[in-house]
């Protein structure tokens, strides 16, 4: 069967997380992936966070479906193998540090010349302009300065990191959004062009709905816990039997609060003045919120989901990590797949999250450093077997 982004190359030389999430779901999607690395260590996720098991599970989750092929950038006949490549290839992405690539002479002026269609695109902290583009960016760096750790955590509490990599892999997805609007860009225009998504724009992007809010009501946005505007139910409630992730998260709109009482078996305080409309509920809050969790205490939380979800009221487990992991639906939407990798043997891993169905996805295990480079070299490159074993002799590959 043939695949969305079938006949699509794309060459990936960043590492990390931002740039080998977005080049990871293009895989899956279909692309013909090379992860472009160096002869002696490769991509350092690799070695991030490495243990006995040898290459790092940092790396396995983020770098599925994709060939490694390894070659000496700062060797002048790896330059030139590497322009061969990009003139066979459809699309660069590249996170290096701002000025990287074209110290090596290797940046997009040159590039285009090389290939006139190629889709050149940049990951950075802060992009190639603007004030801060000379500044390095992390994780945290892009949540601190795009809004998100403003606004999340309690009132009495800092601004919070949130795990979820929203600057990281959140930057990765916009990136593969801005490939695949090239590439359609192409189609019509004949050219390529340079895509450049930073960071700090991926987070601010994700944090539109803040900035809405303080247009709205005229001051920054105060952290607001687990509260969900002024819906109650709309909160975090514990449950039974009181571990630190048994919790439930109920959103019960106007129009399901019959239904919830219902399933509380309180259908009474329909008519109690206190909880009659939203207004009230709100103002009442602490009262009502304290029935909701006297009732939860005395259930486990996935109880409560499927009590509330065959109501019709939003409800949601707080899962923790090992709960995602086994999820039953999750591994019904092959969300959760368990791979191969040596010497580590199985590991779980997370599926694509795009469903087509045309072209269903297929995960398979993450390159071993360089492992494709001799027949990449042969079958792409055009590279003889004598000169092959001479490029590893000489460090080129």
């Not at 279909?30 to 002696?40: D, T």
């Not at 060797?75 to 459809?90: H, I, Q, T």
């Not at 009482?261 to 003045?273: H, N």
């Not at 909880?275 to 005395?298: C, D, G, M, P, Y």
Request: overall charge negative.
């Amino acid at each position: 069967m043939s695949k969305a982004l079938q006949g699509i190359r794309v060459v990936d030389m960043t590492h990390n997380q931002a740039g080998p999430a977005c080049t990871q779901i293009l895989a899956f999607l279909g692309a013909e992936v090379i992860k472009l690395e160096e002869p002696k260590g490769g991509d350092v996720a690799r070695r991030n966070m490495a243990d006995q098991h040898g290459d790092s599970l940092f790396f396995l989750v983020l770098n599925a479906n994709k060939q490694s092929l390894t070659l000496n950038l700062k060797s002048d006949e790896g330059k030139a193998l590497f322009k061969k490549l990009m003139a066979c290839s459809d699309v660069l992405v590249e996170n290096f540090s701002p000025g990287a690539l074209d110290r090596l002479g290797l940046g997009y002026e040159v590039l285009k010349q090389v290939n006139p269609r190629l889709i050149y695109a940049t990951i950075k902290g802060f992009g190639t302009y603007g004030p801060y583009s000379t500044y390095k960016s992390f994780e945290p760096i892009a949540q601190a300065m795009g809004g998100a750790m403003s606004v999340t955590g309690f009132p009495d509490g800092p601004p919070t990191y949130m795990w979820p990599a929203i600057g990281d892999s959140g930057t990765g997805m916009h990136m593969a959004i801005g490939i695949l609007a090239a590439l359609q860009q192409r189609h019509a225009s004949g050219r390529g062009q340079h895509v450049e998504v930073s960071m700090q724009d991926a987070v601010v992007n994700l944090c539109r709905v803040s900035l809405r809010d303080h247009q709205r009501y005229g001051h920054a946005m105060p952290r607001q816990g687990n509260q969900l505007g002024r819906n109650v139910p709309g909160t975090t409630y514990a449950c039974h039997p009181g571990g630190p992730n048994d919790y439930v998260f109920i959103f019960a709109q106007p129009q399901m609060w019959p239904a919830f009482l219902g399933v509380i078996g309180q259908p009474e305080l329909a008519e109690d003045e206190r909880f009659k409309t939203l207004e009230a509920r709100w103002e009442s809050r602490e009262a009502l919120n304290a029935i909701v969790e006297a009732w939860t205490r005395q259930r486990g939380k996935h109880e409560i989901m499927k009590l509330m979800g065959e109501a019709g009221v939003p409800c949601g487990a707080c899962q923790d990590t090992g709960e995602v992991l086994a999820d039953p639906h999750l591994k019904a939407r092959e969300m959760i797949v368990d791979l191969e990798y040596a010497p580590r043997g199985a590991y779980k891993t997370v599926g694509c999250p795009i469903k087509l169905s045309d072209s269903p996805a297929e995960i398979r295990r993450p390159p071993q450093l360089g492992e494709h480079t001799d027949d990449l070299l042969r079958e792409l490159l055009d590279v003889g077997a004598n000169d092959v074993q001479r490029l590893h002799d000489e460090g080129v590959v």
